[in-house]
């Protein structure tokens, strides 16, 4: 098992250019969550899934697109690159336990810069 | 909306101290998560408390969960190196998938 993976690792943008983050896992998860980490900011919820074909916004989702076409893959998307936009993003998923408790699985993280 | 805050913020310790950090919610949880990030590295999961006033031991990790079920506690005895990370808790407030996150704690131990 792989887990949670993500590509690409590191990236580097100039304002205005579009790219996306792809995150897979191999664990038949149902819910997949897409985080940004900042410097003394914590983990911010982007936007989540709570099932293949289905997105809703997390904490800050400006800027920012979805899809969740495969059940294995969510896909994070940036259409107009800004300086903002650079972070460290994480990828997790967590599959459904009764009485609604579950546990996050972290990919390794996407470097972005964006210049 | 609902917040979680984490205290302290950094925490600078000599190996074999001991280390603790809290986590504090105004509303009561239905459950705490504590994750370990590595300097580097992602959040790694390593416990789930439930229970009003539960109490988790995993070697020299000690997590306890308030008896009111809005505050919570993770403390190491004896740190030791290979602690070194931010420790975040991260709660559920109700039946819904999103997890509220704290800031995190920033340990570092000097050898």
């Known amino acids: 098992n792989a887990g949670v993976t993500q590509t690409p690792k590191f990236r580097v943008l100039k304002t205005g250019q579009s790219m996306t983050l792809l995150c897979a896992q191999d664990m038949n998860h149902e819910y997949m969550y897409w985080y940004r980490q900042d410097p003394g900011m914590g983990l911010r919820l982007i936007h989540y899934s709570v099932g293949e074909g289905t997105t809703a916004k997390g904490e800050v989702p400006d800027g920012y697109n979805v899809s969740r076409l495969k059940k294995q893959n969510f896909l994070l998307g940036l259409e107009s690159a800004a300086p903002s936009q650079t972070s460290v993003y994480f990828c997790?998923?967590?599959?459904?336990?009764?009485?609604?408790?579950?546990?996050?699985?972290f990919g390794p993280g996407t470097r972005l810069l964006v210049l | 909306g609902q917040q979680v805050m984490q205290i302290p913020q950094y925490q600078h310790v000599q190996e074999g101290e001991d280390f603790t950090t809290y986590c504090n919610s105004s509303t009561t949880l239905s459950n705490i998560q504590w994750y370990k990030q590595r300097p580097g590295g992602h959040p790694v999961f390593l416990i789930q408390?439930?229970?009003s006033g539960e109490v988790k031991k995993q070697k020299r990790l000690t997590f306890q969960f308030g008896e009111a079920k809005k505050n919570s506690s993770l403390h190491i005895t004896a740190t030791q190196t290979t602690d070194v990370g931010t420790y975040f808790c991260?709660?559920?407030?109700?039946?819904?998938?999103?997890?509220?996150w704290g800031l995190g704690t920033s340990l570092a131990v000097n050898p």
């Open positions: 997790a998923s967590s599959s459904r336990v009764s009485g609604g408790q579950e546990t996050q699985y």
């Open positions: 991260a709660a559920n407030a109700g039946n819904n998938r999103k997890l509220i």
């Open positions: 408390l439930v229970k």
